[in-house]
């Protein structure tokens, strides 16, 4: 079954730092680019980063530049991001997306992880 | 800044009618255009891309067209299943990957 697993979510503190994963299955992620989205309680999508299918090329959201850092490890089939100095305006549930090339749309998600940023 | 929006925010439809949607871009994307559908509690799934093509088991009663600042995806037959969240998203103006705010297809 070709599916993305998201994990690592979860209730971090605010100024604390969090990684999530995004395990591939059914496929070898390879041979995608690969995104983060994330969700806002009651809110719409936003995107936060991608990278190419070999690491090479990594973009970022203006809204998330400097703090988030997006990473990928093909011999895992994982794809990570990391975020620092976490607020309550990260709270959001955070898909991992696949793109046949960076250039064009998302043709497989995740089912996403919850990240509550709390005190 | 390229900027997506959607029109209606909510709409409400009878099983069996027809569900008109809008997207607009605020700048030209060619047709570099897709429609997800996210259904609650759900992740997002891709209907559309190239602003007219079904992706992979997307049945026919969902049609997309439109080129450059204006979109439409337009339900047919609205079947219990379709009542969701669609959003809008280009990727013309890559690599920023801008989604519409979302509109709401309910019951009526």
């Known amino acids: 079954q070709v599916r993305l697993v998201e994990s690592g979510g979860g209730v971090v503190q605010p100024g604390r730092s969090l990684r999530l994963s995004c395990v591939a299955s059914g496929f070898a992620l390879?041979?995608?680019?690969?995104?983060?989205?994330?969700?806002?309680?009651?809110?719409?999508?936003?995107?936060?980063?991608?990278?190419?299918?070999?690491?090479?090329?990594?973009?970022?959201?203006?809204?998330?530049?400097?703090?988030?850092t997006i990473s990928r490890d093909n011999s895992k089939n994982t794809l990570y991001v990391e975020m620092s100095s976490l607020t309550t305006e990260d709270t959001a549930v955070y898909y991992c997306a696949t793109s046949v090339v960076i250039t064009t749309y998302f043709d497989l998600w995740g089912q996403g992880t919850l990240v509550t940023v709390s005190s | 800044e390229i900027v997506m929006t959607q029109s209606p925010v909510n709409m409400s439809v009878s099983p069996g009618g027809r569900a008109t949607l809008s997207c607009r871009a605020s700048q030209s994307i060619s047709n570099n255009l897709a429609w997800y559908q996210q259904k609650r509690g759900q992740a997002p799934r891709l209907l559309i891309y190239g602003a007219s093509t079904r992706a992979t088991g997307?049945?026919?009663?969902?049609?997309?067209?439109?080129?450059?600042?204006?979109?439409?995806?337009?339900?047919?037959?609205?079947?219990?299943?379709?009542?969701?969240?669609?959003?809008?998203?280009?990727?013309?103006k890559w690599p920023v990957y801008p989604f519409g705010q979302g509109t709401k297809v309910e019951i009526k």
């Open chain 1, 30 to 68: 390879n041979s995608y680019a690969m995104h983060w989205v994330r969700q806002a309680p009651g809110k719409g999508l936003e995107w936060l980063a991608v990278i190419s299918y070999d690491g090479d090329y990594k973009y970022y959201a203006d809204a998330v530049e400097g703090r988030c």
């Open chain 2, 58 to 92: 997307i049945p026919a009663r969902f049609s997309g067209s439109g080129f450059g600042t204006d979109f439409t995806l337009t339900i047919s037959n609205l079947q219990s299943e379709d009542f969701a969240v669609y959003y809008c998203q280009q990727y013309e």
